[in-house]
């Protein structure tokens, strides 16, 4: 990420970038930015913020990116982070100097709503009429100079893909800044006056100041208006002069829900009337064309179904050989640093299997982030993400949710951590956050070693491999058979979400900039990191110190004794001695002492306590000490079981799914206490258990970390908690209702 150089001591300069989504406000941003950003959030949200610094008129000029809006009513976050931002109501940030406003230059009128009410605070402003080669091809005529005289305000034509009128932007913002211009506001007629009059008496003296007249005018037109929070105890009075004010809106005639954008256009239509001309008869244009296609009912479906398909297998495929050599990269780097520090086993461990091991945990996932980003911005820049939540909204609107929805879902199927950092492109903030929290319910690609270990020791050599194949297919569905009532229950009863339209503009179709996508790839990746990463690496540090103390020396050397003891070998007196003597008796000796020191250290570790304190719990499931262990080390990735067990069973760490002694040793598993002593622990009814809790289960640090960077510590622990419990409900089922029936 660009490190922006030190702002001169002088006030800074800033400068708002607003528009509509889809105006091509962001390529303007970073046309005039270039290198020199920053990616942060607004103080107190997770909304991206990303400013730029511009060098005009000899000082530090802050450009500020703002999120795109269709007006400031407020009714989703980003649009009230406009209204706070524009007003100076966000912490640790001023109102801005100067606005300049995106303006798609083939949809003049609409766009121009949002500038008119903007132009009601009195900022200076500057219009930017984008992709003015769209109009060309639609033979739509902007007199531009006329409309610079009627507004009152410097207008430059662009087309933002092509860089062209960058020049001329940075021109217009000097201008503006020499010599400040404000474009002409609306005159509200008579009524609208009297209401908001009636509106300012009523707010508490001491907190009119915090109020102004656009803000009134929020309270007054928006059915539920944001700034009301800002009133706190004076709330519940307001609300009483709220449907007074409204009131006299409709003696006169007004509907106070649709006065505001009435009176706006018809303002706005004198305003521009002339200034534009259209063709006669519309022309069936090259994305009306494609759309034929593309939004068709069954057609459209079946490219949107490849297209997803295309996604899913890039990021779980190609994503492969990247993270193989990241993991490949740990692997060289442990094998290196850990015998510099052989001196000192426990700094050793802490270097080898905490620090590097945890900075490996994070870094395997950029890979996927990278990749699955990468086609997310490419879909947007074409315009097909629009046309892809069209054809999906059906589907999830009945449980709350809508069509942006399903890129975040689908790509949870790879890595929750990107399907969860995806879902910033769901505007309404009650359907993203039951995305996300409903995301990690998607069957993950870390859920795949503890299928393939389960389902080829007991299920394969029983049933063949085409049950094997079948049960492999199945467990990708049991998340989602869990994720979709899940998401019902939340919109319904938790976030309440009110059912509303599902309001899209369509874009037209765009030539997209690799230069655009390969830096938004770069700050997703590097956002990642930063805010995610910092909590991976704390987890896996805190794990490793469970799984490592403590760690007395005297466990190893009776461990040592009794091994020798028992092996026949020549006794010494001294731990050095006897590891020579067996490493000149028999080399595999020594590696078996080695892997039954690790287990013996494992077991009596905190977390091997922890294990067998907290095995009664899960012992309804049919889960012994060990398997609870590896539930619990497997907290940081769930793939990190496989590893765990391999050392409970003294194979070591270095086992994968597909070893075949661990398969064995796994299935030749049997109760060593309790009244089930001597049975194996692996039955059936157990194995299905495990298989349907890490399905379920939210083992997964990463995911948790960048839950409570996306929505919060609370609904991270509330996810946890949630999924934690259905997994565990799912296992007993599994176990108490198999050993019923077989």
């Not at 893909?161 to 509200?188: C, F, H, N, Y």
């Amino acid at each position: 990420m660009a490190i922006l150089p030190p702002l001169a001591s002088e006030k800074i300069v800033r400068i708002a970038l607003i528009g509509n989504p889809n105006t091509g406000k962001t390529t303007i941003f970073n046309n005039l930015t270039g290198l020199r950003q920053r990616v942060g959030n607004y103080p107190g949200v997770t909304v991206a913020k990303k400013s730029g610094l511009l060098k005009l008129r000899g000082g530090n000029i802050e450009l500020i990116d703002l999120p795109g809006a269709y007006s400031l009513s407020a009714a989703s976050l980003d649009e009230r982070i406009v209204v706070d931002s524009l007003c100076g109501r966000m912490a640790s940030m001023e109102a801005p100097d100067v606005v300049a406003c995106v303006i798609d230059a083939s949809n003049l009128l609409r766009n121009l709503f949002l500038a008119s009410q903007v132009a009601e605070l009195g900022i200076p402003m500057i219009l930017i009429l984008n992709q003015c080669d769209v109009a060309r091809r639609k033979d739509i005529q902007i007199n531009d100079k006329l409309l610079s005289a009627r507004l009152g305000i410097p207008v430059v034509r662009a087309v933002a893909t092509r860089q062209e009128g960058t020049e001329e932007i940075l021109t217009a913002i000097d201008s503006v800044l020499g010599r400040p211009r404000r474009m002409k506001a609306i005159e509200w007629p008579g009524p609208v006056k009297e209401a908001t009059e009636l509106l300012q008496q009523a707010i508490d003296p001491d907190r009119r100041e915090n109020i102004n007249d656009t803000e009134i005018h929020r309270i007054l037109f928006d059915a539920d208006s944001a700034v009301l929070e800002r009133l706190e105890n004076d709330t519940e009075e307001v609300r009483l002069h709220i449907g007074q004010a409204r009131g006299l809106l409709f003696k006169a005639g007004y509907n106070p829900m649709a006065a505001e954008p009435l009176l706006q256009y018809e303002h706005l239509g004198r305003l521009i009337e002339g200034v534009v001309t259209h063709p006669g008869t519309a022309k069936t244009t090259r994305t009306e064309s494609i759309d034929q296609l593309m939004v068709h009912r069954g057609w459209g479906l079946a490219i949107f179904i490849g297209m997803m398909y295309l996604v899913f297998l890039s990021v779980y495929t190609w994503a492969s050989p990247f993270m193989d050599a990241i993991q490949n990269g740990i692997g060289w780097l442990q094998g290196n640093v850990g015998p510099l520090f052989a001196a000192t086993p426990m700094l050793q461990s802490l270097m080898v299997d905490g620090v590097i091991e945890g900075v490996g945990a994070f870094l395997g996932f950029l890979p996927q982030i990278m990749i699955l980003f990468f086609f997310i911005a490419l879909l947007e820049d074409t315009g097909y993400m629009a046309r892809a939540a069209f054809l999906m909204d059906k589907m999830f609107s009945w449980c709350g949710l809508n069509g942006k929805s399903f890129v975040p879902l689908l790509s949870s199927y790879a890595c929750a951590v990107p399907g969860i950092m995806a879902t910033r492109t769901i505007e309404d903030p009650k359907a993203r956050l039951a995305t996300i929290l409903i995301a990690p319910f998607m069957s993950c690609s870390a859920r795949l070693p503890v299928y393939v270990l389960l389902i080829g020791a007991f299920i394969e050599p029983v049933y063949g491999s085409f049950y094997a194949g079948l049960a492999l297919f199945f467990m990708h569905f049991v998340g989602l058979a869990v994720a979709i009532p899940t998401a019902f229950i939340l919109n319904r009863f938790l976030l309440k979400t009110r059912p509303q339209p599902f309001l899209l503009e369509l874009p037209a179709y765009r030539v997209p900039r690799l230069r655009d996508i390969a830096w938004r790839m770069y700050q997703s990746g590097a956002e990642f990191v930063r805010r995610a990463g910092t909590i991976i690496f704390a987890i896996t540090i805190i794990v490793w110190a469970l799984l490592y103390f403590p760690r007395p020396a005297s466990v190893e050397e009776e461990i040592r004794q009794n091994f020798i003891q028992h092996q026949g070998v020549v006794h010494n007196t001294t731990p050095e001695a006897i590891q020579t003597r067996l490493a000149e008796e028999n080399s595999n000796l020594a590696d078996e002492l080695e892997r039954l020191v690790d287990s013996t250290y494992l077991e009596q570790s905190f977390m091997g306590r922890i294990g067998k304190t907290l095995q009664p719990l899960f012992a309804p499931a049919g889960f012994d000490w060990k398997i609870t262990v590896g539930v619990l080390a497997s907290f940081p990735a769930r793939e990190v079981v496989i590893s765990t067990l391999g050392v409970i069973y003294s194979l070591g760490g270095d086992v994968d799914e597909e070893t075949g002694d661990l398969r064995q040793a796994v299935a030749n598993a049997k109760w060593s206490r309790g009244d089930r002593v001597g049975t194996p622990v692996y039955i059936m009814p157990v194995v299905v258990g495990i298989l349907v809790f890490f399905a379920l289960c939210s083992q997964c640090g990463a995911t948790l970390a960048i839950i409570t960077k996306e929505a919060g510590f609370r609904w991270a622990a509330l996810s946890f908690t949630f999924m934690t419990s259905m997994a565990w409900l799912g296992a007993v089922l599994c176990y108490q209702i198999g050993i019923r029936l077989f």
